[in-house]
C-alpha cells in the first residue's frame, strides 16, 4: 500500500500541477487508493443494502480523481485529509441521490419504539423479534429490513451533519479559511468523541462495533446476544443522540 502525504508524493503533485500529465495523475490515484477503500468499507452499512462495492467505488474513484486535480499542497492540507473528506462526501451524496429511504422509514421507527416500549413494561423483559412483529401486525422478515433501513436512514442523516459545509475547497481558498475548516472538522469530531461518552453503555458498545470495528448488525447481534432488530434500534437511537449533541453544537 502506498501512503501519500510522503514528500515524494508532494513532488508528484508539483509536477503534476505544472504539467498535468495524466500517467502523473494515474500514479497519484494509485497511491491514493487506500482512501477509497476505506471510505466504501466505512460506509458499507448504509448503502449494502440497496447497491454493490462496486458502484459506490467508482464514485468515489471519481472523486479521489477530482480531488487530485484540486489538491494544492501549497495550503498546507494533507492530501489523506483532503481527499478523504472529498471521497467521502461523493458517497454520501451518491447515497443520497438513489433515494434509497422510503418515506414510512420514519414512521416505522417510532412504531417500533413504542411497540419496544410497551412489550417490554408488559413482558418485564425485552421482546423478542416474532413478539414485535406480532405486536406490529407484520412479518419478522419485514420487521429486520424496516429496522435495517430505519438505522441507515439515521446513520446517512448524522453523516451528513458531521461532514456539511466542510469541502476543503472552494470560492474562498486562503490559507486562513482553509485552517478555519480544517478546525471546524476537528471540533465536530471532538464533539462526537464526547457524545460517545455520554452514550449507554449498549449504545457505545454498538457505535464501536458499528463503525469502528466495521462489524455488520448480525454479526454485533451475535456479540451482545440481542437480535438483530434490537440491535438497530440501539444504533438508532444512539444515532439519534449524537445528533442532537452536534447539532446543539453548530448551533451554538
Known amino acids: 500500500m502506498y501512503a501519500a502525504g510522503t514528500a515524494e508524493i508532494s513532488e508528484l503533485f508539483e509536477k503534476y500541477r505544472q504539467?498535468?500529465?495524466?500517467?502523473?495523475?494515474?500514479?497519484?490515484?494509485?497511491?491514493?487508493?487506500?482512501?477509497?477503500?476505506?471510505a466504501v468499507?466505512?460506509?458499507?452499512?448504509?448503502?449494502?443494502?440497496?447497491?454493490?462495492?462496486?458502484?459506490?467505488?467508482?464514485?468515489?474513484v471519481m472523486a479521489l480523481m477530482n480531488a487530485v486535480d484540486s489538491f494544492d499542497p501549497g495550503k498546507g492540507v494533507k492530501f489523506d485529509t483532503y481527499a478523504s473528506i472529498k471521497v467521502r462526501g461523493a458517497i454520501i451524496d451518491y447515497?443520497?441521490?438513489?433515494?434509497?429511504?422510503?418515506?414510512?422509514v420514519r414512521r416505522f421507527a417510532k412504531e417500533y419504539d413504542k411497540a419496544f416500549t410497551i412489550l417490554c413494561t408488559e413482558l418485564d423483559?425485552?421482546?423478542?423479534?416474532?413478539e414485535l412483529a406480532g405486536y406490529m401486525g407484520i412479518s419478522v422478515e419485514k420487521l429486520e429490513s424496516s429496522a435495517a433501513k430505519s438505522a441507515a436512514a439515521q446513520t446517512l442523516s448524522f453523516e451528513e451533519?458531521?461532514?456539511?459545509?466542510?469541502?476543503?475547497?472552494?470560492e474562498n481558498d486562503s490559507e486562513f479559511y482553509e485552517a478555519e475548516k480544517r478546525l471546524m472538522l476537528e471540533e465536530r469530531k471532538t464533539c462526537?468523541?464526547?457524545?460517545?461518552?455520554?452514550?449507554?453503555?449498549k449504545e457505545r458498545t454498538v457505535i464501536t462495533l458499528y463503525y469502528y470495528e466495521k462489524l455488520k448488525y448480525s454479526e454485533?447481534?451475535?456479540v451482545l446476544g440481542l437480535s438483530e432488530s434490537r440491535?438497530?434500534?440501539?444504533?438508532?437511537?444512539?444515532?439519534?443522540?449524537?445528533?442532537?449533541?452536534?447539532?446543539?453544537?453548530?448551533q451554538s
Open 95 to 104: 447515497i443520497r441521490r438513489m433515494d434509497i429511504i422510503p418515506r414510512g
Open 19 to 38: 504539467n498535468k500529465d495524466k500517467e502523473l495523475r494515474n500514479e497519484l490515484v494509485m497511491r491514493s487508493m487506500h482512501i477509497v477503500r476505506y
Open 220 to 222: 454485533i447481534a451475535q
Open 125 to 130: 423483559r425485552e421482546p423478542t423479534r416474532e
Open 161 to 170: 451533519l458531521v461532514y456539511s459545509g466542510i469541502e476543503l475547497s472552494g
Open 192 to 201: 462526537l468523541a464526547q457524545g460517545i461518552k455520554k452514550l449507554k453503555e
Open 41 to 60: 468499507m466505512s460506509t458499507r452499512n448504509m448503502f449494502r443494502r440497496y447497491t454493490d462495492d462496486d458502484d459506490v467505488s467508482g464514485e468515489a
Open 231 to 250: 440491535v438497530c434500534q440501539i444504533h438508532s437511537k444512539a444515532v439519534e443522540k449524537l445528533r442532537d449533541e452536534l447539532a446543539e453544537y453548530l
